[in-house]
């Protein structure tokens, strides 16, 4: 059931149904999450079921304010103070060691747990009816089958859970893809996933340099969205470069049937049953529609997805990190 958002009286039935235990769709700046009571391990199971997710899998708990950070985290490092108070409400999540006895199930019973204060204006007035009635923070890994596309939009959820689900609906998500995840239990803010925010903004405001995953020698904590295969919809999906994109076109000639094609080189078919759409030169734009694009294809029926891979360079690493995610799930 899709209730509009906007109104007081459908997140107060939203926050109501949350306190009870029951699951919710929530927009978010980001993407549209699948909720539950963050602080009730019986709540948060319903949503490893709902997505077939593996259970010691974390989520994302979302909080109203940094002032909730101390119901969920035992240490907050001072760079991590100077993230929150650059960057929040935002799409960042910030990976902190967990409070023993809290959150055990949303933290998929690690002991660190990811935290993130989302700037959608319905996500906040839903945390703050929630707060009023005891819950803290929501849980909300994004409300799509584990390892699928991630809805942006309420339909898009209503799609994959049907109408039983109560969806508030925020609209299309203004960013488009997950959150930026840093790691603060390490000493040093370390990137585990990429997002919207620029690297070079997220070191000036902690104050140093970010380290990359890859430079760690123990492995990193466990973190959503961080699987080699992830964001994939049903068609196979192919990242080329445009010359490579060309040459395949040609080939093909009026045989490209069951093909869709995500490019910003201009390009060209003899087929008229190509899908074609054209991708942004702008990396915001393109992280922007990068989930509904998928969908889209997904449901015109295509068998084969095929994207030019994303121009090099800082801007384009969320949108590149989705993708090749998405073409390693093939």
């Known amino acids: 059931?899709?209730?509009?958002?906007?109104?007081?009286?459908?997140?107060?039935?939203?926050?109501?149904?949350?306190?009870?235990?029951?699951?919710?769709?929530?927009?978010?700046?980001?993407?549209?999450?699948?909720?539950?009571?963050?602080g009730s391990d019986a709540a948060v199971r319903q949503i490893f079921a709902a997505k077939g997710r593996p259970a010691d899998h974390p989520l994302i708990v979302h909080v109203a304010s940094a002032s909730a950070?101390?119901?969920?985290?035992?240490?907050?490092?001072?760079?991590?103070?100077?993230?929150?108070?650059?960057?929040?409400p935002g799409p960042l999540t910030l990976i902190l060691p967990r409070r023993p006895g809290v959150a055990a199930g949303a933290a998929g019973g690690h002991a660190t747990i990811g935290l993130r204060c989302p700037?959608?204006?319905?996500?906040?007035?839903?945390l703050a009816a929630c707060a009023?009635?005891?819950?803290?923070?929501?849980?909300?890994?994004s409300a799509n089958r584990f390892g699928r596309v991630s809805p942006t939009t309420a339909q898009h959820v209503a799609a994959e859970f049907g109408d039983d689900l109560l969806v508030l609906d925020g609209g299309p998500c203004a960013?488009?893809?997950?959150?930026?995840?840093?790691?603060c239990t390490r000493g040093a803010p370390v990137l585990?996933?990429?997002?919207?925010?620029?690297?070079?903004?997220?070191?000036?405001a902690a104050g140093q340099r970010l380290r990359l995953k890859e430079e760690l020698a123990a492995p990193d904590p466990r973190a959503p969205g961080t699987l080699l295969g992830h964001y994939a919809p049903r068609a196979r999906l192919r990242l080329m470069g445009a010359a490579e994109l060309r040459t395949a076109l040609e080939l093909l000639g009026a045989d490209a049937r069951h093909i869709a094609v995500w490019a910003r080189a201009p390009l060209q078919s003899a087929s008229s049953h190509l899908l074609l759409r054209r991708m942004?030169?702008?990396?915001?734009?393109?992280?922007?529609?990068?989930?509904?694009?998928?969908?889209?294809?997904?449901?015109?029926g295509?068998?084969?997805?095929?994207?030019?891979?994303?121009?090099?360079?800082?801007?384009?690493?969320?949108?590149?990190?989705?993708?090749?995610r998405a073409a390693a799930s093939g």
């Open 1 to 38: 059931m899709i209730l509009d958002g906007h109104a007081p009286g459908h997140v107060a039935r939203a926050a109501d149904a949350l306190a009870a235990g029951q699951l919710v769709g929530l927009p978010t700046e980001t993407v549209y999450g699948l909720a539950a009571d963050a």
């Open 69 to 88: 950070v101390g119901a969920f985290a035992s240490e907050v490092p001072p760079f991590a103070r100077q993230l929150i108070d650059a960057f929040w």
């Open 119 to 126: 700037a959608h204006p319905v996500a906040q007035a839903l």
């Open 132 to 141: 009023a009635r005891g819950v803290h923070g929501l849980a909300a890994p």
């Open 175 to 183: 960013v488009g893809i997950e959150s930026t995840i840093v790691d």
């Open 192 to 204: 585990l996933r990429p997002g919207q925010l620029a690297r070079a903004g997220i070191e000036r």
């Open 280 to 300: 942004p030169d702008d990396a915001d734009a393109a992280a922007q529609q990068l989930f509904a694009v998928l969908r889209g294809f997904d449901d015109a």
């Open 302 to 324: 295509a068998r084969l997805i095929w994207v030019e891979a994303p121009p090099a360079g800082p801007a384009w690493d969320g949108v590149r990190d989705r993708l090749q």
